[in-house]
C-alpha cells in the first residue's frame, strides 16, 4: 500500500488536534492542558500522540537550541509558543510544526518569520527525486538549523538531510553512505527550527517534477486572541 494517502489521513488528524488547541489556548495553559486536547481531537480519529513529541513549549532567549525553546512551562502573553508533535494513525504517522501568539503577531516578527517560509519554499526546491542528500544541502543556505526526514510507519525515517543537530548531520552521512535518496511517491517533512523567528514544519509527497504539500494548516504564525479581549 502506498504511504501517501494513510500518511495524508494522519496529517488531517493532527491539523484537526491543532486547530483545537489554537481554538482554546489562553495565558497560562499547562503543557498537560494542552496534551489533554490533543489527545482528545487525536482520539476521535484513531490517532494517538506519540512520546517524541514536544508539544507545547515557549520560544525565548536562553531555551534550548536550536528551537530555543523552554519546554513544559505555561503558555504566556507576549512570548512565542510553538507545537512539534508526531502522532501516529492507523500504523501511519504525521509530523507537523506551527506556532502561536497571544494577541496581534509583532510587525517585525511576522517578517523574520516570512524569511523562514521564504527559506522553506527554497528547501523544497532544492529536492528532485534521486538527488543525493548531498547535493540537497548544498544547494540551500545553512544559517538556519533545518531537516529533511522521510515519514512513514515510523515518524523519522532514513533517508535524511540537514544541519539541526549533530544526530541529523550523522543521519544524513548514513543516508550517503548507502546511496539512499528520495524518491517517489514517498512522503516527507520539511522543518526550520528558527528560535525568536519562529519555525515551521510541514508534510509533502514527492512527485517526479518535485515535492507536494500534503499538509494545509495555515504556516503564518496563529494570532491567538486573549481571552476578555
Given at each position: 500500500?502506498?504511504?501517501?494517502?494513510?500518511?495524508?489521513?494522519?496529517?488531517?488528524?493532527?491539523?484537526?488536534?491543532?486547530?483545537?488547541?489554537?481554538?482554546?489556548?489562553?495565558?497560562?495553559?499547562?503543557?498537560?492542558?494542552?496534551?489533554?486536547?490533543?489527545?482528545?481531537?487525536?482520539?476521535?480519529?484513531?490517532?494517538?500522540?506519540?512520546?517524541?513529541?514536544?508539544?507545547?513549549?515557549?520560544?525565548?532567549?536562553?531555551?534550548?537550541?536550536?528551537?530555543?525553546?523552554?519546554?513544559?512551562?505555561?503558555?504566556?502573553?507576549?512570548?512565542?509558543?510553538?507545537?512539534?508533535?508526531?502522532?501516529?494513525?492507523?500504523?501511519?504517522?504525521?509530523?507537523?510544526?506551527?506556532?502561536?501568539?497571544?494577541?496581534?503577531?509583532?510587525?517585525?516578527?511576522?517578517?523574520?518569520?516570512?524569511?523562514?517560509?521564504?527559506?522553506?519554499?527554497?528547501?523544497?526546491?532544492?529536492?528532485?527525486?534521486?538527488?543525493?542528500?548531498?547535493?540537497?544541502?548544498?544547494?540551500?543556505?545553512?544559517?538556519?538549523?533545518?531537516?529533511?526526514?522521510?515519514?512513514?510507519?515510523?515518524?523519522?525515517?532514513?533517508?535524511?538531510?540537514?544541519?539541526?543537530?549533530?544526530?541529523?548531520?550523522?543521519?544524513?552521512?548514513?543516508?550517503?553512505?548507502?546511496?539512499?535518496t528520495f524518491?517517489?511517491?514517498?512522503?516527507?517533512?520539511?522543518?526550520?527550527?528558527?528560535?525568536?523567528?519562529?519555525?515551521?514544519?510541514?508534510?509533502?509527497?514527492?512527485?517526479?517534477?518535485?515535492?507536494?504539500?500534503?499538509?494545509?494548516?495555515?504556516?503564518?504564525?496563529?494570532?491567538?486572541?486573549?481571552?476578555g479581549t
Amino acid at each position: 500500500m502506498s504511504e501517501a494517502e494513510p500518511c495524508r489521513l494522519a496529517i488531517v488528524a493532527l491539523e484537526d488536534a491543532y486547530q483545537a488547541v489554537f481554538s482554546a489556548a489562553r495565558v497560562g495553559m499547562t503543557a498537560e492542558e494542552v496534551d489533554a486536547i490533543l489527545r482528545a481531537r487525536l482520539a476521535a480519529h484513531q490517532a494517538e500522540l506519540l512520546p517524541s513529541s514536544s508539544s507545547p513549549y515557549v520560544v525565548a532567549e536562553g531555551g534550548a537550541p536550536p528551537k530555543m525553546r523552554l519546554n513544559r512551562v505555561p503558555l504566556r502573553a507576549g512570548a512565542l509558543w510553538g507545537m512539534d508533535t508526531t502522532i501516529r494513525r492507523l500504523g501511519y504517522c504525521a509530523d507537523l510544526g506551527r506556532y502561536g501568539y497571544f494577541g496581534p503577531v509583532p510587525a517585525a516578527l511576522q517578517e523574520a518569520h516570512r524569511q523562514v517560509l521564504a527559506r522553506q519554499e527554497l528547501i523544497e526546491q532544492a529536492i528532485r527525486p534521486g538527488r543525493s542528500v548531498r547535493m540537497i544541502f548544498e544547494a540551500v543556505p545553512h544559517d538556519l538549523p533545518f531537516e529533511i526526514h522521510r515519514i512513514g510507519t515510523e515518524g523519522n525515517m532514513l533517508p535524511m538531510c540537514g544541519n539541526a543537530t549533530k544526530a541529523v548531520l550523522q543521519a544524513m552521512a548514513e543516508s550517503e553512505r548507502a546511496g539512499l535518496t528520495f524518491q517517489v511517491g514517498q512522503v516527507i517533512c520539511i522543518e526550520i527550527w528558527a528560535g525568536l523567528k519562529g519555525g515551521i514544519e510541514d508534510m509533502y509527497i514527492l512527485e517526479a517534477e518535485g515535492v507536494r504539500r500534503l499538509s494545509l494548516l495555515p504556516r503564518e504564525i496563529r494570532a491567538v486572541r486573549v481571552a476578555g479581549t
